[in-house]
């Protein structure tokens, strides 16, 4: 019970744009399935491009779509616009084809009410439109606090008094997110989140760049689409096996190296599993530069900070 709605509109009767469309079909693309090809978001495109009919995506159609995204049960419901926003005194709007001045489109409040009623226990909204950092704001002149029942996200390309960047043939917030997606916010078990995707995106924006926003009231952070793991997921789980404590270091001897004369098969097959946590950074050779040299000079490994984390986790039984 996974569904979005991916929205993309290049043909504007005026000032029409180059790059939503495609911008809407790469990241349902993206949606659709996980890495390993496995279903993801049951998937609907509302797209405008140029050639197209100029009554696709009007006000009545968004709000249409937007109320059977978001009025059934489901556990996660995703929605994505790229197009026109446009803000005035009330706030922000999502700006559809039968724009005209006074009544730009949808109202951003209106959507968020939406999905604050929507029956979806999760809501994620990604907003890639001048101004879109109104999405969440409440709906009097100049307030910039969001209102956000539990379960909802909200990532957007910019603050409210921003707009939004073109490059390559699309929005560069849109690109930056599915990189996230295809593996480049996924943590240790692959998954990657709204949280994440924002840390990525917001980390590859300068400080003289549109700022993305993330607004977000959650109890806990549903995937929005898997990647492979970091690790074999079996490793992961044999952390509290191989340490028994997280805290101590674990004994290496030259009988752990496949290239002593003194190798051991059970020991060279613990060290290949120490090593793939090194490479991940979850285990860290002790008084040498690598496993390797610590096996042959009976020195030791120990767990990062963040092995201690994926510790817990196995030892808990959550992975």
Sequence with gaps: MRRALCVGIDLYSFDALDGCVSDAERLAATLSRNQDDSPNFDLRELIAPIGGKSDV??????RAALDELLKHPADVALFSFSGHGSENDLGGYLVTQDA??????????????MANQSK????????????????GNAPQVDNTKALLREGVSILTASRGEQV????????????LVVDALEGGAADVLGDVTA?????YVEAALGAWDQRPLFKSHVSKLVPIRKCYPAVELSILRKLPTLFPLPAEDF??????????????????AVL?????????????????????????????????ASGRYYWRLANSRRI
């Design 57 to 62: 995506v009007t006000r009545s159609v968004l």
């Design 100 to 113: 005209t001045k006074y009544d730009e489109g949808v109202a951003m409040a209106d959507v968020i009410t």
């Design 120 to 135: 979806a226990a999760e809501v994620v909204i990604l907003l890639d439109c001048c101004h879109s950092g109104h999405l």
């Design 164 to 175: 939004s960047v073109e490059t390559g043939g699309g929005g560069l917030f849109t690109s």
């Design 195 to 199: 949280p994440s995707i924002y840390a």
């Design 251 to 268: 004994p290496l001897s030259p009988e752990f190296e496949a290239s002593c004369d003194k190798k051991e098969e059970a020991k060279i």
């Design 272 to 304: 290949c599993k120490l090593q793939a946590l090194n490479r991940v950074h979850l285990v860290v050779p002790v008084g040498a530069a690598h496993m390797y040299d610590a096996a042959m000079q009976s020195k030791a490994c120990r767990l990062t």
